[in-house]
Each structure stands twice: as structure tokens, then as C-alpha cells.
């Protein structure tokens, strides 16, 4: 997807979105590795502790299915 976005908003193919991460010192065929404490996304106690906006949300949707 970030291919398609670049060539409409470039009218460039793809290989100058690659030139471009390149040019600013980023490799863009390598992903972040996740660093830090692992945590399970779904547990919603979790995730309100260390996203409180998101458990908020949660919360709140579970809330309007549950009744």
C-alpha cells in the first residue's frame, strides 16, 4: 500500500519511495523488532493500564454490546 500512495502522489513507481527511505538514512526492507516487556493485547486489564484511551474505547463498545 505505501507503493500505491507514492506513485499517486509522486506519478514516481515505487522504487523512489525505496530511494527516498534510503536518502534519510532508513533501510526499508527491515522491520522494527518490538522491544520492551511482551504483554498480551487482549487482555483488556492490560491494555487500559498501558492504553487508557484505547480501554476507555473498549470498555465503552463492550458496554453498548453487552447492554
Do not use: F, K
Not at 536518502?23 to 486489564?45: F, I, K, L, M, T
Amino acid at each position: 500500500m505505501p507503493d500505491d500512495a507514492w506513485e499517486q502522489a509522486t506519478g514516481a513507481d515505487a522504487d523512489g519511495l525505496y530511494a527516498a527511505y534510503r536518502a534519510r538514512g532508513h533501510d526499508p526492507s527491515c522491520a522494527p523488532q518490538p522491544r520492551g516487556e511482551e504483554w498480551h493485547v487482549y487482555d483488556w486489564n492490560e491494555t487500559a493500564r498501558r492504553l487508557p484511551r484505547i480501554g476507555r474505547y473498549m470498555r465503552d463498545l463492550n458496554r453498548g454490546v453487552d447492554g
